[in-house]
């Protein structure tokens, strides 16, 4: 069984950083990608970024290109998403997705961006 772990959310005033951090455990085998979602009070879940885990091919939404960068650890099997100049509307709960055999989701993070 897979399980998913996130870390880094939090309170951060817009034009900030966060780095958001998952990491994957128990029986990984042959790990297609790992991504993020997101989703705002009030609105449905959205895709966010997306890694590929053998050429590391790289996939964004269109609000966030530009401001996030989707990373990867292989050997720690963990996937980062560095968020900078931050927006309100980038306020929501984060969710890690992994795709392998099976999908797996994290237990999400919540991001708050305000002054």
């Known amino acids: 069984q897979v399980q998913l772990v996130e870390s880094g959310g939090g309170l951060v005033q817009p034009g900030g950083s966060l780095r958001l951090s998952c990491a994957a455990s128990?029986?990984?085998?042959?790990?297609?990608?790992m991504g993020w979602y997101r989703q705002a009070p009030g609105k449905e879940r959205e895709f966010v970024a997306a890694?590929?885990?053998?050429?590391?091919?790289?996939y964004y939404a269109d609000s966030v290109k530009g401001r996030f960068t989707i990373s990867r650890d292989n050997a720690k099997n963990t996937v980062y998403l560095q968020m900078n100049s931050l927006k309100p509307e980038d306020t929501a709960v984060y969710y890690c997705?992994?795709?392998?055999?099976?999908?797996?989701w994290g237990q999400g993070t919540l991001v708050t961006v305000s002054s």
């Open positions: 890694i590929t885990w053998s050429g590391g091919n790289t």
């Open positions: 997705n992994l795709v392998a055999a099976v999908e797996v």
């Open positions: 128990g029986s990984v085998f042959s790990i297609s990608a």
